[in-house]
């Protein structure tokens, strides 16, 4: 039996979305459909609330009641139900006809202890702070600046250096969402092709240490900040690649490692636009070999109006760090004017594409 390619499954995926989405929004009144638009923020609120209350956790025995539940974790037993019934109308949690309450496939990714946990994302998401950025949208539009200055009083570097809690929670939900991008990324791309893999900005090699795994003859570099060793030193150990790795500290502006054969950039230029963004491909461009390969991560905004997530995530870019998302077009522009040439573009079944390249100027 013939299988698609995994680029033609991940397209047919996205115009399926797409014709699903259309028809849903022809089914539902406009007045219906700006009620529901505008009220999501109540879903965000209450997943995080539950998930930061423990209650998932209190579930995986089985199912409970309310008061069980409220007695458990000290909290308000006519307050605990209304939340997990509010959870339940969007298959958060389950209401079985005893009145008590079970985890879902939904509910389950909460809990601290699954294997394939969303926590650490919710926690970041719903997190206050991160929440009164989001508030800020209106004013960043009317003026094309960030809005985490004027919420929180400090920018996104700042606020991740100073404010530990707030850190942790940031770095443990960017290794969460390396995980859940790389089954999409190894379906598409081949990485035993290299010997040695440069994860440049790879937080605690949460990537890196997949990579290594799919490609058990190569060695891989982490060039990260200080701030970031032992972190990646645990999770590299833990994923049994500690013994091919090395940890190389300094900015991504300033230097890069000289002996890579493939270098990764995942999520990193999104977080800046075209100068910066630029700055750090030159740097990239000076120290890699002329034999290596460079290969983007990244969202990749589609035309028109075709939903994905890089629109929305684009707004994200920029309220947090002044950053961007981009078409197609915008990133082999990019490419070309820090001395790369785009080889191609791979989509997968996930809002990240690929993006390779290799040094010299397009033809």
Not at 123 to 142: C, K, N
């Amino acid at each position: 039996m013939n299988r698609l390619p995994p680029v033609r499954v991940a397209r047919a995926g996205s115009a399926a979305r797409s014709i699903v989405q259309k028809l849903v929004r022809r089914m539902v009144p406009p007045e219906i459909g700006v009620l529901e638009l505008t009220s999501g923020f109540m879903t965000t609120h209450a997943v995080y609330a539950a998930t930061r209350l423990g209650i998932p956790d209190t579930l995986v025995a089985g199912p409970r009641s309310p008061a069980d539940i409220a007695t458990e974790l000290e909290l308000d037993a006519d307050a605990t139900h209304r939340l997990l019934r509010a959870c339940a109308t969007w298959g958060v949690f389950r209401e079985d006809p005893d009145g008590r309450f079970a985890l879902t496939p939904l509910a389950d990714r909460l809990s601290s202890g699954t294997r394939d946990s969303m926590r650490p994302v919710v926690l970041m998401l719903g997190d206050p702070d991160y929440q009164r950025v989001w508030g800020e949208l209106a004013e960043t539009v009317r003026t094309g600046d960030p809005g985490v200055e004027r919420a929180l009083g400090r920018s996104m570097w700042d606020l991740l250096a100073e404010d530990r809690e707030f850190g942790a929670v940031f770095d443990d939900a960017m290794t969460r969402l390396s995980a859940l991008d790389w089954p999409a990324v190894a379906a598409v791309y081949d990485f035993t092709r290299f010997s040695r893999i440069v994860d440049v900005g790879g937080g605690h090699g949460q990537l890196l240490a997949l990579m290594l795994a799919a490609s058990p003859s190569a060695v891989g570099v982490l060039l990260e900040r200080t701030a970031m060793a032992d972190g990646a030193t645990r999770l590299l150990g833990d994923a049994g690649v500690l013994d091919r790795c090395r940890f190389e500290a300094g900015s991504f502006f300033d230097t890069a490692p000289v002996d890579g054969d493939l270098y990764v950039l995942r999520r990193v230029l999104h977080d800046y636009d075209d100068d910066q963004a630029a700055a750090v491909l030159a740097t990239l461009r000076r120290h890699m070999p002329e034999h290596a390969t460079l290969l983007v991560l990244e969202g990749v905004v589609p035309p028109g109006n075709t939903p994905h997530f890089a629109k929305a995530l684009d707004l994200d870019m920029m309220l947090f760090v002044g950053g961007r998302e981009r078409t197609e077009p915008q990133w082999r522009a990019l490419l070309a004017d820090a001395g790369f040439r785009t080889t191609r573009v791979i989509p997968t079944i996930s809002s990240v594409s690929l993006v390779e390249a290799v040094p010299g100027r397009n033809r």
